[in-house]
């Protein structure tokens, strides 16, 4: 069974840090493209970041460029989200998800989601 | 990047009933959209890929079609556990973008 677990939201204040994680299992990890999306609660879904199966290419939203940093352990089955200088428009839930065979960027499975507050 | 419109935004139904819902991309797009069903406090559900690929366990009364840049998705039959709201989204160039949501409530 395929499982994504996230972790490490929680609050922080405006300029702050805080690194994501999200634990994988159920399927080979390094096979498979692997994304951020975030949804504001009441909101609708909003792509953040995605990195390929390898880890040899990343892309990023406009509005996380530079500030956000996409990461992956294949030995680990994780995936990480290093968000540094947050802002307040940053609150959201962050999904991870994990791309399909039929399309790295189509998501077939999602975590929980962690809920990330910046806020003073 | 690429716009992702959808209509209507919201519909009200009754089980039974036929709903289709419309998302167009403000270029064309191929077949690289994909369609996901949102219940609250849930995590987004992967319905259709491809444009007309039923993803594996979901129902058969669900169906996509379309290519380019017009796109629907029908549910042939509303069952009560339908009730949510649908997103479409374009995989085929960063950024990748979703539609705004269509909330398909009960009548």
């Known amino acids: 069974e395929v499982q994504l677990l996230e972790s490490g939201g929680g609050l922080v204040q405006p300029g702050g840090s805080l690194t994501l994680s999200c634990a994988a299992s159920?399927?080979?990890?390094?096979?498979?493209?692997l994304s951020w999306v975030r949804q504001v609660p009441g909101k609708g879904l909003e792509w953040v970041s995605s990195?390929?199966?390898?880890?040899?290419?990343?892309n990023f939203a406009d509005f996380v460029k530079g500030r956000f940093t996409i990461s992956r352990d294949n030995s680990k089955n994780s995936l990480y989200l290093q968000m540094n200088s947050l802002r307040a428009e940053d609150t959201a839930v962050y999904y991870c998800?994990?791309?399909?065979?039929?399309?790295?960027?189509?998501?077939?499975?999602w975590g929980q989601g962690t809920l990330v507050t910046v806020s003073s | 990047d690429i716009q992702m419109t959808q209509s209507p935004s919201s519909v009200s139904a009754s089980v039974g009933d036929r709903v289709t819902i419309t998302c167009r991309a403000s270029q064309g797009i191929s077949s690289w959209l994909a369609w996901y069903q949102q219940k609250p406090g849930k995590a987004p559900k992967l319905v259709i890929y491809a444009a007309s690929n039923l993803q594996s366990g979901v129902p058969s009364r669900f169906s996509g079609s379309g290519s380019g840049t017009d796109f629907t998705l029908t549910i042939s039959s509303l069952q009560p556990e339908d009730f949510a709201t649908y997103y479409c989204q374009q995989a085929t160039s960063f950024p990748l973008t979703f539609g705004p949501g269509t909330k398909v409530d009960i009548k």
């Open positions: 159920g399927f080979t990890f390094n096979n498979y493209a």
């Open positions: 998800a994990k791309g399909t065979a039929a399309g790295p960027y189509i998501f077939d499975y």
């Open positions: 990195i390929s199966a390898n880890g040899g290419s990343t």
